[in-house]
């Protein structure tokens, strides 16, 4: 029996699953839709489907440089716990992720999932995986960075944090160091010229409504607005900010002193921006043992 795109379509509706996934299932059962169903139920990926709606807001980030080192790939791949996030399998899902992220070269999730892996589609890996560990697992973002000139230097700490930051010389140990910074205090900006008009323009309106009953002379109020401004800015911005590594400079004399240049930075931490579910440790374990004998 041919298996149509309209048997494809109703099977994926009513399952949840991808489209490779219930292609295959119609295949095998001959075109029955019922007994497909039956079929992807047990062996979970209509299952998987379903997992796919909670939050997912641990993981991990991934960092993969180019053989030439002009290029960069970073991804945010997520699970539900910490504890699923320590699996070998995912994991392993996650270098395959990142690979095929290089490889292909876009910062679009949607095309990533449906390139081939194997035969299968990442996709299809990703619903096998969830069916698997019990929990749901998505791939949130890819970034793609090119080195305009000089190196790229990152770092991954904890596997929750990533950073790839392009330095305009050809010095990795500055590069590495740098990464690390914005690991640490996570700057918004480059320098001050990288700040947009708009965003200072608030700031002000902001501290000139903190003085504007402070009793002070006007050209007092000024300056008052003045300095707060700068340590505003310096503090959202990667040159204005103390190196971690030594405090008593900052990370633009720290440059200059190097004579170099950031041109660009990224910056990745798991779940950031995502409503987190609040667990303790005990509960992930237990939702682990409960998700092997789940029946829905």
Same mark, same amino acid.
């Given at each position: ?21 219930? &292609?295959?299932?119609?295949? @095998?059962?001959? =075109?029955?839709?019922? #007994?497909? /169903?039956?079929?992807?139920? +047990? *062996? ?6 379903? &997992?796919?709606?909670?939050? @997912?807001?641990? =993981?991990?980030?991934? #960092?993969? /440089?180019?053989?030439?080192? +002009? *290029? ?11 504890? @699923? ?45 969830i069916a ?139 779940g950031d ?18 998700a092997t004998?789940?029946?829905?």
């Amino acid at each position: 029996m041919g298996i149509t795109a309209s048997m494809v379509k109703e099977l994926r509706e009513r399952t949840g699953s991808g489209m490779m996934e219930c &292609k295959k299932a119609l295949v @095998a059962t001959n =075109g029955d839709i019922e #007994i497909a /169903i039956e079929e992807m139920r +047990k *062996s979970g990926a209509a299952k998987a489907a379903k &997992k796919s709606g909670r939050i @997912a807001a641990e =993981g991990v980030v991934k #960092i993969v /440089i180019s053989a030439d080192g +002009k *290029s960069a790939t970073m991804v945010e791949i997520n699970s539900e716990t910490d504890f @699923a996030a320590k699996d070998d399998g995912f994991l392993a899902f996650t270098d395959t992720v990142a690979t095929a992220a290089q490889n292909l070269g876009t910062e679009n999730v949607d095309n990533l999932m449906a390139s081939d892996i194997d035969g299968d589609t990442l996709e299809a890996v990703r619903t096998a995986l969830i069916a698997k560990i019990g929990e749901n697992i998505q791939v949130r973002r890819v970034r793609q960075l090119t080195a305009e000139n000089g190196v790229f230097g990152h770092y991954i700490h904890g596997v929750k944090i990533g950073v790839v930051v392009n330095v305009n010389i050809d010095n990795t140990e500055l590069a590495k160091d740098l990464a690390m910074h914005i690991a640490a205090v996570n700057p918004e900006f480059i320098s001050e010229k990288h700040v947009p008009a708009d965003y200072i323009a608030k700031e002000k309106e902001i501290l000139i409504a903190q003085v504007a009953d402070s009793g002070k002379p006007p050209e007092i109020v000024e300056k008052m607005i003045g300095g707060r401004l700068r340590k505003f800015l310096a503090g959202i911005t990667l040159y204005g900010q103390p190196f971690v590594k030594n405090p008593d400079m900052t990370v633009e004399k720290l440059l200059k002193s190097e004579n170099a240049d950031v041109i660009s930075f990224e910056r990745m931490e798991v779940g950031d921006g995502i409503e987190k579910k609040e667990d303790n440790f005990a509960q992930e374990v237990m939702a682990q043992v409960r998700a092997t004998d789940e029946e829905e």
